[in-house]
């Protein structure tokens, strides 16, 4: 008789960071899936492998120092890895984990030819000069690079990472291959092969989602009252469309604070404000509010587009939107998904509304491979596309199957990762 293999350690009980939320939506998603799938279901528990790595820098007073990286394929049922490279102090293995997962998913909702991947360093980036960054970056690149590549895993930006950080991560690898390869990492600058239109990719994406979920519902977006938590390029990118749009974005919070000015805030006066002054707090024409206050504001639209698990038990009850357009990966726990469900409040989940990012890197890497480069009319026409279509697919599904609009793009997406893997079979 077999023995029963002892469980990995990230998948005790007692782990509750990301890594087993992203669990616990496996597990709600495993009883609505076709049958023939289940035996393939434990693929998505395991990611397929994990590097760790150590990145030593040396600093510029001379000093080395060591930081930890990460990277992660979660699945390449579908094709070869592809997610972003965070850079954040509270970064873990678990979070990269859980937000490979998430890209699995998310790729397969929108059907990009993609596998789930996903890296990161635990460093406080705002500590380091623009020499020690660069010098992280390369490093980490050259420590994971046997695990990516064009046809392999594609790294791109992620929280506090940039077009910048991917030129010096293409230009290590292209390095290390001896010829220049620019279809190793997306969201680069356009002079080096990146695409027009990525840089506002994922915040488009969610004001197309957003647009789509209040027809559905009646909600006019000309007038409504939108709440962005976080402001970084998704926030900011989406707080821009909607007020572009006509809607009122009457709050806006970041790890300085809440800034609120119930009339609507200038959307492009904060961003010069926050660029010139590296906080939101005492931009002109608004009010500094509690970052608590900030969750019970009643609005027609709440964007959190920051950390994971921001929207929890503690806060859910107070939520006063109509919709919630998950801009981050991960925002809201399993516990608020079901006391939002409760209170009526629509979730436009992460793995759709955000699928924006990764789309426009599809379209990057996909130009990258032909060498032949695409305007930014066609770019953003054939992601509106992309994402409407998503979106009607996930909110038909929902209707009929009686189900939130989470478990419906899960089930879209897992049934699409695991038909692949199950038609591949089992090597060797
Ligand atoms: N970091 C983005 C995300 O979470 C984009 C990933 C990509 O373009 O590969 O979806």
Redesign the pocket.
């Known amino acids: 008789m077999l023995n029963t293999p002892q469980l990995p350690s990230y998948l005790s009980k007692e782990n509750i960071g990301p890594w087993h939320i992203y669990l616990q939506q496996v597990e709600q998603v495993a009883p609505l899936l076709d049958k023939s799938l289940l035996p393939w279901v434990d693929t998505l528990r395991r990611p397929k492998r994990s590097l760790i790595v150590d990145v030593p820098i040396r600093l510029d007073n001379g000093q080395i120092t060591h930081f930890e990286g990460y990277r992660v394929h979660h699945n390449t049922s579908r094709g070869p890895g592809?997610?972003?490279v965070?850079y954040h102090q509270d970064v873990t293995l678990s979070e990269v984990m859980a937000?490979a997962g998430?890209?699995t998913i998310?790729n397969a909702v929108v059907n990009v030819p993609?596998g789930g991947a996903?890296g990161g360093i635990r460093v406080d980036p705002r500590q380091l000069s623009l020499a020690e960054l660069e010098g992280l970056t390369r490093r980490y690149t050259s420590e994971i690079s046997s695990m990516i590549g064009p046809d392999k895993d594609?790294?791109?930006?992620?929280m506090n990472t940039n077009a910048q950080v991917m030129a010096w991560m293409m230009d290590t690898y292209s390095m290390g291959e001896g010829r220049t390869v620019t279809g190793v990492v997306?969201?680069k600058p356009v002079s080096l092969g990146g695409s027009l239109g990525r840089q506002d990719a994922?915040g488009r994406g969610v004001f197309v989602t957003a647009r789509e979920a209040a027809r559905k519902l009646g909600v006019s977006i000309d007038g409504a009252r939108v709440i962005v938590q976080g402001f970084g390029n998704v926030g900011e990118a989406s707080a821009r469309m909607f007020a572009q749009a006509g809607a009122r974005v009457v709050a806006v919070q970041d790890v300085s604070g809440t800034v609120y000015n119930g009339a609507g805030l200038d959307v492009l006066a904060l961003k010069r404000y926050l660029a010139d002054n590296k906080t939101l707090l005492g931009a002109p024409d608004c009010e500094t509010i509690t970052n608590d206050d900030f969750w019970s504001l009643p609005c027609e639209f709440l964007v959190p587009a920051a950390l994971e698990s921001q929207i929890n038990r503690f806060n859910a009850e107070h939520i006063a939107a109509r919709i919630i357009v998950e801009g981050a990966?991960g925002p809201t726990t399993p516990e608020a998904d079901a006391i939002l469900a409760e209170r009526g409040i629509v979730v436009v989940p992460d793995v759709l509304a955000?699928?924006g990012?990764?789309t426009?890197?599809y379209f990057e890497w996909v130009q990258d491979f032909s060498s032949f480069f695409w305007t930014e009319d066609e770019i953003n026409a054939r992601l509106e596309r992309i994402m409407a279509e998503a979106f009607n697919a996930i909110w038909q599904m929902a209707e009929e199957r009686k189900m939130p609009l989470r478990s419906a793009a899960f089930v879209i997406g897992c049934s699409r990762v695991l038909e692949a893997r199950a038609t591949r079979g089992l090597y060797p």
């Open positions: 592809k997610g972003g965070r937000l998430w890209m998310k993609f996903k594609i790294p791109a930006p992620d997306t969201g994922t990966n955000n699928a990012g990764v426009v890197s």
